[in-house]
């Protein structure tokens, strides 16, 4: 059963860039069988879930078409982990970020394994 | 891209309740929905993939049925564990949605 830990700063100030680390324990990020894509999904408080994206070790990546202009999920397959970096922040990306992993071999499926959220805030 | 919709945005029930919860797809999704829970406070939780399966450990007091854009979640008799908002995420393919989550009060 794999397990997730999402890292990174609480604030951050408007315009700057977000960076958060996923460190996966229990699991290869890398692992070719089965294989998963691993995924990033934010809520904003008091409001409901948004698929953000996410990515296979092979490097295929999918992005939510609201976000993709400022939106990059990267692996470390060295340290078990993967990154996402979202720039140009604005008071509207304050959320608790999360991050999954996919149900289905080399698909979506639905994410069955979830980390346990890091609250982002977005302020000067 | 596919939408989802829920509905209702709330629910206003009682422990024994039978409560159902209908999530649509813009476009045929085949069986590929997903159910979750989540609680205040918490990471969701997957409660039933390919609209039907429970994942490990779900009480078999939840169920899912549909196939292609109508779906449904029931739970047969509503116990005090389980007030808290259930969302829908379609699950076929890339950009994943999620639907908007029914709160269960």
């Known amino acids: 059963q794999p397990q997730l830990q999402e890292s990174g700063p609480g604030l951050v100030k408007p315009s700057e860039t977000l960076s958060l680390t996923c460190t996966v324990s229990?699991?290869?990020?890398?692992?070719?069988?089965?294989?998963?894509?691993w995924g990033w999904i934010r809520q904003p408080p008091g409001k409901g879930l948004e698929w953000i994206g996410s990515i296979h070790h092979w490097g295929t990546t999918y992005y939510n078409p609201s976000l993709k202009s400022r939106v990059t999920i990267s692996t470390d397959t060295s340290s078990n982990q993967f990154s996402l970096n979202l720039n140009s922040l604005i008071d509207a990306d304050t959320a608790v970020y999360y991050c999954?992993?996919?149900?289905?071999?080399?698909?979506?499926?639905?994410?069955?394994?979830w980390g346990p959220g890091t609250l982002v805030t977005v302020s000067s | 891209d596919i939408q989802m919709t829920q509905s209702p945005s709330s629910v206003s029930a009682s422990v024994g309740d039978r409560v159902t919860i209908t999530c649509r797809a813009s476009?045929?999704?085949?069986?590929?929905l997903a159910w979750y829970q989540q609680k205040p406070g918490k990471a969701p939780t997957l409660l039933i993939y390919d609209t039907s399966t429970l994942q490990s450990g779900v009480p078999s007091r939840f169920s899912g049925t549909g196939s292609g854009t109508d779906f449904t979640l029931t739970i047969s008799s509503l116990q005090p564990e389980d007030f808290a908002t259930y969302y829908c995420?379609?699950?076929?393919?890339?950009?994943?949605?999620f639907g908007p989550g029914t709160k269960v009060d």
């Open positions: 999954a992993r996919h149900m289905l071999v080399d698909g979506n499926g639905g994410l069955g394994y």
């Open positions: 229990g699991a290869s990020i890398s692992s070719n069988s089965p294989s998963y894509y």
């Open positions: 476009q045929g999704i085949g069986k590929w």
């Open positions: 995420q379609q699950a076929k393919s890339f950009p994943s949605t």
